[in-house]
C-alpha cells in the first residue's frame, strides 16, 4: 500500500454531519458578533460626546487601516504556515470584542481630561487581533460553505447577525437616553461585549480540514519576499482587476465612515436614542436585503447584482447631504441597507473567486492590505474634508468617488459579455460574514 502523501492542493471531503455543525455553529456565532457589533455605531458618537475632535475620530476609524497595511501581508504569511486558522481566528474575535468592554471599564479609573486617549489606545491595540480577524474570516467561511455555497451561507449567516444587531442597537439606544452620561455607555459597551463569549465559544468548534502549511522562504530579504509575492499575484489578473477597483469603491465608502456621526450629532442635533433607532433600521433592513440579492442573484446574475448594489450605494452619502429632515433620512437608510446587503454578499463571492484555494491567506491577507490602505487614506481625507468644505460637502465627495468606482465596474462589464460568470452553486449554474 503507497504511502505518499497526498498533494497539498488536494481537497479533503468533510463528513456532511460535520459541515452541518459548522453551519450550525457559523450561524451561532452571528449571534454573538451581532450583539457586540451593535456597540459599534456608539463607540464614534461616545468619543463625539467626550469632546473628541474631527481628527480623533478619523483616527478612530483609519488605527486599524494603518495596522492591517503593516501587518497584513505578515498575518496572511503567518495564517498560510498553519495547519488549521481556526483558534487563531477564534481567539482573535474575541480579542477584539473585548475592546468594548475595556471601553466601558475606563471611566471607572481614567479621569475625562484623558479619557479620549486611553480610548483611542485601546482601540490602537485592538488593531493586532482585528487584522487577523479579518483575514481569517474569509478563510475560514469559504472552507466553511465551499465555492458552491457562499451565497447562501453568507446571506443566513448576514442575516442572523443583521436581525440581532438590529435588536441589540434599539435596546442600547434606549439605555443610552434613560441612563446618566457616561454610565449609559459604559453599560452599553460592558454588557454588549458579553457576545464575544458567545462568539469565541461556537466559532473555536469549528472544525475544517487542515491543509498542509505552504513552504515559504525562511531567511529571504524583504526583496525578495515583494518579488514573490508580486510573481504569485501576477498570475492572477483577474484578482489583481477586481481587488484595485474594489479599492476605488471602498475608498468611497470608508470616507464617509466618521462623517455619519458627526453630521448626524453636530448637523441634525441627533439623539442617542434616534441614532440608535437609524442603526437599528438600516441593520434590520440588511436582513431583507441578503435573502432579496441571493434569490435575485440567481435569476439575473452576479453581474446585475454587483452593478446595481454599488450604483445605489454611490448616491446615499449624497443624498444623506441634501437634507436635514429626520424622517427622510430613516427612509434613505433603510434603502441603502437593502443595498448594503447586495454589495456585502457579492463582493466576498467576487473576491473569493478570483482567488486560488491553496493560497488563501496569501491572497485575502493581499486584499485585506489594499483595503486598509483605503482605510488609512480616506477617513483622513474625509475629516480634513469637512473642515475644509463642510460636512456635506464631503459627503459630496464621497458619492462621486463611489460613482467612479461603480463606472469602473461598469466598464469592465461592458468590456466583456460575461467578466462575472454565474457561479456552479448548482445544476443550472445559479450561484449563492
Known sequence: MSTAPKPAAEKQLVPSNIQERN??????????????????????????????????????????????????????????????????????????????????????????????????????????????????????????????????????RWSILGITTAIATAIAGQVLDRVGFHLNYQIVFVGLSLG????YYFSSRIQIPDVDPVPTTQKGSIKSSVREYYHLVNQQPAFVSFTLKRFVYLFGITLATPLFPLYFVRELNASDAWIGFLYTAQTAILVVGY????????????????????????????????????????????????????????FFDELMKTIPPRYSPTFVSIAQSVTYLAAILAPLV???????????????????????????????????KDPHPRSTSDPSGEITE
Do not use: C, H
Open 23 to 156: 453551519k450550525r455553529y457559523v450561524q451561532i456565532d452571528a449571534i454573538g458578533v451581532g450583539t457586540a457589533g451593535a456597540a459599534a455605531p456608539f463607540l464614534p458618537v461616545f468619543l463625539t460626546r467626550l469632546g473628541a475632535t474631527a481628527v480623533q475620530i478619523g483616527l478612530l476609524t483609519t488605527m486599524p487601516g494603518i495596522t492591517g497595511l503593516i501587518l497584513a501581508l505578515w498575518v496572511g504569511r503567518f495564517l498560510q504556515r498553519q495547519r488549521n486558522i481556526v483558534p487563531w481566528f477564534s481567539l482573535s474575535r474575541l480579542m477584539v470584542i473585548s475592546a468594548y468592554a475595556l471601553t466601558g471599564i475606563a471611566p471607572f479609573f481614567v479621569p475625562d481630561n484623558i479619557l479620549i486617549y486611553v480610548i483611542l489606545i485601546i482601540w490602537a491595540l485592538a488593531t493586532l487581533p482585528q487584522t487577523m480577524v479579518a483575514v481569517g474570516f474569509s478563510v475560514v467561511m469559504n472552507a466553511v460553505s465551499g465555492p458552491e455555497g457562499r451565497y447562501d451561507l453568507m446571506s443566513r
Open 196 to 199: 464575544g463569549l458567545v462568539s
Open 291 to 346: 435573502f432579496f440579492w441571493s434569490r435575485l442573484s440567481r435569476k439575473k446574475g452576479s453581474r446585475f447584482v454587483l452593478l446595481s448594489t454599488t450604483f445605489a450605494i454611490s448616491l446615499y452619502p449624497g443624498l444623506i447631504a441634501l437634507t436635514n429632515n429626520q424622517t427622510l433620512i430613516f427612509i434613505l437608510a433603510g434603502a441603502a441597507g437593502i443595498f448594503q446587503a447586495g454589495i456585502d454578499l457579492v
Open 382 to 416: 474625509g475629516t480634513y474634508l469637512s473642515v475644509q468644505i463642510g460636512l456635506a460637502g464631503a459627503l459630496f465627495v464621497s458619492t462621486v468617488i463611489r460613482f467612479i468606482g461603480f463606472i469602473l465596474f461598469f466598464r469592465q462589464d461592458s468590456s466583456n
